[in-house]
């Protein structure tokens, strides 16, 4: 049938990967899905075919064998350009790391007021070990070390492109980029595994502790700069702004752009409306928690009235990795009980809130911490279910 | 007068400094002293005499001439005695690094229910310039150096003792003590001159980014370890707890000492119950702002409707250091508009948040960061005040 063949070839979503069933998409072109919460609580390790999508444009689609990586210090004119080949000379460094959508839960922020953006829920995060050459190894090669170099950003450019065929475009701060136990590596394994082209086959550069947005798939360039990455996403997204700053009074320039993402934890079962078994006076509760920066997560509290009383969790599951370099995230399990007068059919309020290792913890609620993008929606993540006697 | 020189040799705290009259003690044996909130705004760099003072036990009466360090890493057994003149050999480093107690802001969350601790209020905390040896270049003589030590922790004990000749005691993790980025400097000048006795004359341990009570001053060990400081301070005290664990429940070995500290403001100028002029409908609100860990204060919102409304403030003051090398806090400063049918003698409730450059921000409450020990009292700063037009 030429007539659709044409079709497809002239779209240029014609070559997305296949993906897995349970993927909820919030959006089909570009790809951006999640998982089912319950499925995502179930392991320490998200499988990479629940793993969040989060696509800005379509999936390249990238023949591993003659893939290059073009490398340019800016201050230095050093050039050079790795194969596949060449990135795996390097030795071989695994880290368990989370990444996050700066817009994950921002389905709850937009009950507060509307924002720009995809409606995600709880599930735009996933934890999974990636392994790859260190970035700061690959950038001694290009004479660019701590302590030696004046640049103050490196940036990524992705071999996915806009329809005016510019590429997506990230940096990061330089401290970040070459501090020895920073573990950014370019990645071209996820799980054991070749990356997944949705993840960024074949290197995807993870920048552990950092926000999604600057772990650039389908790497295809780096640029060590003093000057941030000028790409939109870089400048004129992914930034949190205070309440009052709508689209006729924002400026961009006025905020940083997001790099460490802040504490957060969701409710991962029961889910809202669900109807709960209660035994020996307490429901099961379950989900996950994580801080950026490296920051591990040291306590979690559960309530089961809408945050007037709070019990910490039992039970945290993580990586063994300490901070500042806990670049994982926790799952915790937790019997909550509910109040004395409570009977089939009651209505209780489950909150969640966590706490990291610098004493950090999470905002009570959105409207302090709306913004007009949607990001950074870390309030407590409060679920509404019914009890079962 | 034989009688009163007994009497002050009998007593441990005959030997105190003498103390700028502005502080305002919360204790006098052992001393415990804080300034005058408009006074702590008054400058970037807070003068020594005016800085917080937090005393546990006596201050020592230390001779610099005689003075010795000692070091001893339990893992190589390696020792080492450094003089004054020793320490001071080694490259002097300096930083800009704001110190707070874990308690600072305490009396606020007390309205909450009763805490044990000193009644603080906002101003526990200064910003200085600290110079001395790093502690990474002195441990390296030692033999001790990234990623070549088994060691997980660095203990510190202090020249002050309880009555049973018991050293103050407290250690910070590995990572933060062999950064070479980290700062932890063996301080032996404060704000250019030598340190204050109450500061620790003649050396302090500055961790910048962490908690006072790790900044041990009177420096007289060093322990390098596998285990942390088994002092009351580190195990028994100093840790976050959630809401519900009263004193029947605590387990103190269920919480880690508290390190970095989270994100944290307070409004300076005007004070609670004041009168304050508006002007053009506007109001002068001043503060300061700080986070631990490094990171920096990107944003500052304040509100003069007890948080219903914001705008971030226009003046933000700090050093020039990058995340997450921020040790130094913010002072800001904005004009916030009143309400329109504000009058004379109408009461407004001024609030200040804080963001960092990890995007974390205030809880907006203490009822649910409420701890039996008081710390981290990181809550909104909210003050009543009276407008006069
Ligand atoms: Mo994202
Ligand atoms: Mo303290």
Same mark, same amino acid.
């Given at each position: ?130 392994? /790859? +050459? =260190?970035?700061?190894?690959? $950038?001694?090669?290009?004479? #660019?070390?701590?302590?030696?170099? %004046? !640049?103050?950003?490196? *940036? ?55 926000? /999604? +947005? =600057?772990?650039?798939?389908? $790497?295809?360039?780096?640029? #060590?700069?003093?000057?941030?990455? %000028? !790409?939109?996403?870089? *400048? ?55 801080? /950026? ?97």
């Amino acid at each position: 049938d030429v007539g659709t063949s044409v079709s497809d070839m002239s779209d240029p979503y014609g070559k997305e990967p296949r993906r897995h069933v349970a993927l909820k998409p919030s959006s089909r072109k570009p790809f951006n899905a999640e998982p089912p919460l319950p499925l995502l609580a179930d392991s320490l390790i998200t499988p990479n075919e629940l793993f969040y999508v989060r696509n800005h444009l379509p999936v390249p689609d990238v023949d591993a064998a003659s893939y290059e990586l073009e490398l340019n210090d800016e201050l230095s004119n050093n050039e050079k350009t790795l194969t596949l080949q060449d990135i795996r000379k390097y030795p071989k460094h695994t880290i368990t790391a989370t990444i996050m959508c700066a817009g994950n839960r921002r389905s709850e922020m937009t009950k507060v007021k509307g924002v720009k953006g995809l409606s995600w829920g709880q599930a735009a995060i996933g934890n999974a070990t990636w392994s /790859g +050459a =260190r970035l700061c190894d690959v $950038l001694k090669d290009l004479g #660019v070390e701590d302590g030696k170099t %004046d !640049a103050l950003h490196v *940036q990524f450019e992705g071999l996915d492109t806009d329809p005016a065929s510019m590429p997506y475009g990230a940096s990061i701060p330089i401290e970040k980029a070459l501090d020895s136990h920073g573990d950014v590596i370019l990645a071209y394994e996820m799980n054991g595994e070749p990356i997944p082209r949705d993840h960024g086959y074949p290197v995807r550069v993870v920048v552990p502790g950092v926000v /999604g +947005a =600057r772990n650039v798939k389908w $790497l295809g360039r780096i640029i #060590v700069s003093k000057n941030e990455s %000028d !790409a939109h996403w870089q *400048q004129n997204d992914y930034k949190g702004f205070a309440p009052n700053v709508d689209w006729d009074t924002v400026d961009f320039k006025k905020s940083p752009a997001i790099q460490e993402l802040p504490v957060i934890s969701a409710v991962c079962e029961p889910l809202e409306g669900d109807q709960v078994e209660v035994k020996e006076g307490k429901i099961k509760v379950r989900g996950y928690a994580w801080s /950026g920066g490296g920051r591990k997560i040291v306590r979690v509290d559960v309530s089961s009235d809408g945050g007037h009383t709070w019990q910490a969790t039992d039970t945290l599951e993580s990586d063994s990795s300490r901070h500042p370099h806990a670049w994982g995230w926790t799952l915790w399990t937790t019997e909550v009980p509910v109040g004395k007068g409570a009977k089939t059919g009651s209505e209780v309020e489950l909150c969640v809130k966590a706490v990291d290792s610098q004493y950090n913890t999470q905002p009570e609620n959105f409207a302090n911490i709306w913004n007009l993008r949607g990001v950074l929606a870390n309030a407590y993540h409060r679920v509404q279910v019914k009890l079962k006697f």
